[in-house]
């Protein structure tokens, strides 16, 4: 029996680092790799288009900055889409500049719906848009940001995301951990998938989709928990390249109580269930019919890797039962399923902490907060992850419907 535990762990351990260790190799190119510099021929026209509910207190600032970008103004025009909203987002919106579309639709919730209502309407009376840049209401632009996302969209990337940064970082170690781990994804991810020249994964907000694959779509053909990773995940299926650009500089509010943070969460999991039950087939697929490593990058992502270690976890335990109750005939059988269950999650805290405080002091000078707590939070990022495990599982029974997050964090572009 001490032989197959053994050899058991030995295959979970084996096929854990088979499926991740590409992610350690980002990192080493984020580090050390130089970033090719895009320069932009022609200047686009581009529509900004803001899914808002009930977003009367932060959506004018997001405007501002919007109009205080060093772009041509005559060539960005802004659009929010006033969905299902209870309070006067609408004339917020209207009296900052923005055209509103006010959108009331208690059956189809959530923001895919919203932003296909808003495409539609565009595309109906203007075709003068080559492309559009997708924002939430509580995000924060840089100056530079249309500017930097035009140069890598006019190399012919039809799918552009950017650096997603964060308005309130040092709020709690909650809003740390959120920010730490996008501030990860742009840097050791996206940065990294760039310079390989394989596809990237847009996440969540501050992105620019060219129009030709908005009318190829018909809209916004993506409507599950996690619109944007099945988004991310077509794209990939559909052999189009997103395109990543570090230079432009998103500031996004981040979830502090963990209440919201349990629900944003639990509608994560379960959305990036819907995709894998949609989009894994196609993948797979695609990883050998096409010879596409994004796909595999995709299917790593998307994939319930949780499972493994739930089921890893469970076996030692019922080995360790074993030999409790048989203790005088295997008790070298107590020593091994103890340590095969306590070392997994010590190693995968020293993991995460080690990520956290790479991109820590790498980023560095653009974290907004005291050196004393991103210090801490390097600490607490592991933690921050760790509760994406009952999230997970409770995901996986219930029944998630879309919710939106309350913004409260004011500020201006030039407070941040």
């Not at 039809?158 to 994804?185: C, H, I, M, P, Q």
């Not at 794209?235 to 981040?254: F, H, P, S, T, W």
């Not at 653009?366 to 050196?371: E, L, P």
């Amino acid at each position: 029996m001490l032989s197959f535990i053994n050899i058991f762990n030995l295959v979970i351990l084996i096929l854990f680092t088979g499926f991740y260790f590409y992610q350690f190799y980002y990192v080493l190119v984020g580090l050390f790799k130089k970033n090719k510099d895009f320069i932009a021929v022609k200047d686009h026209k581009y529509a900004v288009v803001i899914a808002a509910r009930n977003e009367s207190a932060v959506i004018s600032q997001l405007i501002k900055s919007i109009k205080k970008q060093k772009y041509p103004s005559s060539l960005v025009d802004i659009y929010v889409v006033a969905d299902n909203c209870t309070d006067n987002t609408a004339e917020v919106a209207r009296e900052a500049g923005a055209t509103v579309f006010e959108r009331f639709n208690r059956q189809y919730v959530g923001k895919g719906y919203a932003l296909d209502y808003a495409f539609k309407r565009i595309m109906n009376f203007s075709s003068d848009y080559e492309g559009y840049f997708v924002f939430d209401a509580d995000n924060l632009l840089d100056e530079n940001y249309i500017a930097e996302m035009n140069k890598v969209f006019d190399n012919g990337y039809k799918v552009v995301t950017s650096y997603r940064n964060s308005k309130n970082y040092d709020t709690n170690w909650l809003s740390a951990g959120y920010s730490l781990w996008f501030l990860r994804e742009a840097k050791y991810l996206n940065n990294s998938r760039m310079m390989l020249n394989t596809g990237c994964a847009i996440s969540g907000t501050g992105f620019l989709v060219s129009d030709k694959i908005i009318r190829k779509n018909n809209g916004w053909k993506h409507h599950l928990l996690t619109e944007d990773i099945e988004f991310s995940v077509d794209n990939a299926i559909q052999g189009e390249k997103i395109g990543y650009c570090g230079k432009a500089v998103l500031y996004d509010e981040q979830p502090y109580l963990f209440s919201q943070s349990w629900n944003q969460r639990l509608r994560w999991a379960k959305g990036f269930y819907q995709v894998f039950a949609k989009y894994g087939k196609d993948l797979v697929k695609s990883i050998f019919t096409k010879k596409s490593f994004c796909c595999y990058d995709m299917f790593v992502t998307i994939c319930p890797a949780l499972f493994l270690s739930l089921l890893s976890v469970s076996v030692n335990i019922v080995f360790l039962t074993v030999g409790l109750i048989n203790i005088d005939v295997y008790p070298e059988i107590i020593r091994e399923a103890s340590a095969a269950i306590l070392m997994p999650a010590i190693n995968s805290y020293i993991i995460l902490f080690l990520l956290g405080m790479v991109t820590t002091v790498t980023e560095w000078k653009k974290i907004k907060s005291t050196t004393w707590k991103k210090i801490k939070y390097m600490f607490t990022f592991p933690i921050f992850i760790f509760t994406y495990i009952p999230i997970s599982i409770v995901a996986l029974f219930k029944k998630i419907e879309w919710k939106p997050i309350t913004h409260s964090i004011v500020k201006s572009i030039e407070e941040v």
